[in-house]
């Protein structure tokens, strides 16, 4: 009989043991999830935006230069990603610190639509995947400053941001992974210089 009762306490405390510890297990893995998958969305906005803003410099004030941006944007992520996208803000950032000023051009990706079709001026046309509007005067693409004088040798070069913001949705919403939050990166550099004859 005390052998019996034994192993009746053994099997109760293990049962204990395992209701204690089940939810601190059951939270690591989940924050493990959680937090790898919002690493990857840091990691999409890094990559976007860096890519972004190499797009920029080498489109220099070209007329479609914001439109090369989002539609190489549009083919490097995925469809899901883009969904996700709440904007992409390019602008002239500040030479003496790469702060963002109050004008910028702000693009919005219309779920659904094509991602590599933008059209100029302005988007919004029918199929088009992306609409543009200026925010605070806008920066306009033939204003961007790509100019390099042989004579005086100086140079007017912009330096080009490309900012991305991002909707991160928690995907368990279990504990302190409720709710969402945005993922917001920006990217400068300065502009490449237009080919002049000496």
């Keep these: 009989m005390g052998r019996y009762n034994r192993r009746n306490g053994q099997k109760g405390a293990t049962l204990i043991e395992a209701a204690i510890i089940m939810p601190v297990l059951l939270l690591v893995i989940v924050g493990i999830l959680e937090i790898g998958l919002a690493f ?7 990559y976007i935006s860096r890519e972004g803003a190499r797009i920029a410099a080498l489109a220099g004030d070209d007329t479609a230069a914001d439109c090369a941006i989002l539609t190489g944007i549009g083919e490097l992520i995925t469809q ?33 639509e094509d991602a590599t079709i933008c059209t100029e ?11 543009i509007t200026y925010v605070g005067g806008g920066y306009v693409p033939t204003s ?8 005086s040798g100086g140079f007017s070069l912009d330096i080009i941001g490309v900012r991305v913001i991002l909707n ?26 237009e080919v002049y004859a000496p």
């Design 121 to 131: 001026p302005i988007g919004g046309q029918v199929g088009d995947g992306w609409t």
């Design 80 to 112: 899901g990603d883009l969904a996700r996208i709440q904007e992409i803000q390019i602008y002239k950032a500040d030479p003496n610190t790469g702060n963002q000023g109050a004008s910028f051009n702000r693009a919005v990706y219309s779920d659904g």
């Design 144 to 151: 961007r400053g790509v100019a390099v004088s042989a004579t």
């Design 168 to 193: 991160r949705e928690w995907v368990t919403g279990f504990g302190p992974f409720s709710g969402s939050m945005a993922v917001d990166e920006s990217t400068i550099t300065r502009m490449e210089p």
């Design 40 to 46: 990857k969305d840091f990691l999409t906005v890094s």
